[in-house]
């Protein structure tokens, strides 16, 4: 939809120089409009749209209720070309507003000269009889703080401006127009009466739901009568008591005995319960079918046919239909959000245990559950974390901890459904540990003294080997020590460890991938 904003004289000159011409009362607006004439040989006048509302060839919008004829009909001229130090081709008579019609417009008759009174009007007049000239453009004053900028919905300029109150100054027959626009006007008329009649029921008559057409105003007087014509007004916000949360509870119906009972239900997400009977029909089946809506108040009917019923008012704000069910029955809806069932800390007072709100199964599932996430999952989930990853809980069918890189998912570990939202926290805080732990190996580290130094070997097979060759150089120095007799030499301080080779860091990938593999083999990491 179109907006507006105020445009100056100035910006309006610039960027229409090629329609503002000087004028005796000041600059000048020129616009053409294009409209097939019903030409009236006996009369030698047609009928045109002399101007519209609607968006010409430049994006402009000319208001037709702003415009001012006073002193035209005074002196209601028909140029050619608007060229105004020439002689007139006739006048325009009839010259009438149609605020009503589509588009909003004004149209009048343009009389030429009788015959032989001017060769230049004759010409005009031939021309428009056969059809071949057959456009007219205003020349108006408008008013030059009284302009909008047309703006898009980006608030970004179209290139048009709006003029919203303007005076007409003439209006003449040229050959090409700006505004594309035209209803045929006819010579006959015999169309006139249907069509007219067409446009009274575009806009005089409204189309109800049902498919009924109603008068406009009875349908506008009733729409507004049954809440638009409503508002609220907030006096003092100190004084406005604090909307109320709801608090879920695991396995909670929407059903309630008292008033006391049924307010805490004020402020739940709720959904429609899609095989109740009075769920059936416009709009509960199609438009709000998968809708959530929120309790705004909920109470026990005191009397009359439903007394003791638990009743709602719900309202609903959703893309295809928004409103508010006052008085609906309670057991229509589902509750959209339900309470996880937790399992209590270890702290807590050990007589917790046999409370009876903790279920002894569910608190195996979810320890069961937590059991499967082992060291060596976590590992090769952690090692797919790069810079600038994030990684987010997505609950969809299958609730997974996702791995996203530059807006697009890369690898996910999917969690077992029974586990709680602690240990869920608990795991991701692993995960986040266990990254800044491959971040911090990957470091550099600074030279330390050969006294201090160590080194980690990963496998077995490898530490047996340093074993054993550490016991030959061993017998070895012995046996020269023995041949020379003498002890042997210190050992020298042993060199400062030389970087993995490209080797080395190949083969750490390579056993890094196989762990990844095992891992996804059994299903708790996406392949």
């Known amino acids: 939809m179109a907006k507006f904003k105020r445009a100056s004289a100035d910006e309006v000159h610039a960027k229409r120089k090629e329609h503002v011409r000087d004028g005796a009362r000041g600059p000048v607006m020129v616009k053409g409009f294009k409209s097939p004439p019903s030409w009236n040989k006996e009369a030698r006048s047609a009928r045109f749209i002399m101007t519209s509302e609607s968006v010409d060839r430049y994006r402009d919008i000319v208001v037709q209720a702003g415009g001012d004829f006073t002193h035209f009909l005074e002196n209601p001229q028909g140029l050619l070309f608007h060229n105004s130090r020439s002689w007139p081709c006739g006048l325009w008579s009839d010259v009438t507003k149609i605020l009503n019609g589509r588009p909003k417009r004004t149209e009048g008759t343009l009389n030429f000269l009788a015959e032989g009174v001017d060769e230049d009007a004759d010409r005009a007049a031939r021309h428009v009889a056969a059809g071949t000239l057959r456009t007219v453009s205003i020349g108006f004053a408008p008013n030059w703080d009284d302009i909008d900028f047309i703006l898009d919905d980006d608030d970004d300029w179209t290139g048009g401006f709006r003029y919203n109150t303007w005076e007409l100054l003439e209006c003449s027959v040229v050959p090409i127009p700006a505004q594309p626009d035209a209803l045929v006007k006819d010579a006959g008329g015999d169309l006139k009466l249907a069509r007219e009649l067409i446009e009274e029921v575009l806009d005089t008559w409204a189309k ?9 105003e009875e349908y506008r007087a009733k729409h507004f009568d049954l809440g638009v014509n409503r ?3 907030i006096v003092d916000k100190a004084l406005v008591p604090a909307p109320r949360k709801f608090v879920p509870v695991a396995e909670m119906e929407i059903k309630a005995a008292t008033n006391d009972d049924a307010e805490k239900f004020v402020g739940a997400k709720v959904t429609l319960k899609p095989d109740h009977p009075e769920n059936k029909g416009s709009p509960f089946s199609d438009c709000l079918a998968k809708a959530t809506g929120e309790v705004i108040a909920s109470w026990i009917v005191s009397d009359g046919e439903f007394k003791g019923v638990h009743a709602l008012a719900v309202e609903f704000l959703t893309d295809g239909w928004n409103g508010l069910f006052r008085g609906i029955k309670a057991d229509r809806f589902l509750l959209a959000e339900k309470a996880d069932k937790e399992v209590k800390d270890d702290d807590d007072d050990p007589d917790d245990q046999d409370d009876p709100e903790i279920d002894p199964d569910e608190e195996g599932k979810s320890e069961e559950a937590k059991g499967l996430l082992t060291d060596e999952v976590l590992d090769a989930f952690a090692t797919l974390v790069e810079d600038g990853d994030i990684v987010v809980l997505r609950d969809g069918d299958d609730m997974a901890l996702v791995i996203e890189r530059a807006g697009e998912r890369v690898e ?11 240990q869920i926290g608990e795991t991701s805080q692993s995960i986040c540990d266990r990254v800044n732990k491959i971040k911090e190996a990957a470091q550099p580290k600074p030279p330390v003294s050969v006294a201090s130094m160590s ?6 097979d490898a530490t047996e080997k ?4 550490e016991a030959i150089v061993d017998r070895l120095s012995a046996k020269l020590a023995k041949i020379f007799g003498r002890a042997a030499e210190p050992e020298p301080p042993a060199p ?14 390579a056993a890094a991938a196989a762990a990844r593999a095992r891992v996804a083999e059994k299903g708790l990491l996406a392949a």
């Open 496 to 509: 400062t460890p030389e970087p993995p080779s490209e080797e080395d860091v190949t083969a750490a990938k």
């Open 231 to 233: 508002s609220t007004f």
């Open 412 to 422: 996910e570990l999917k969690l077992p459904l029974e586990m709680t939202i602690k």
């Open 208 to 216: 109800t739901p049902e498919g009924l057409l109603i008068p406009m």
């Open 455 to 460: 080194i980690e070997v990963d496998t077995k």
């Open 466 to 469: 340093v074993t054993a060759l």
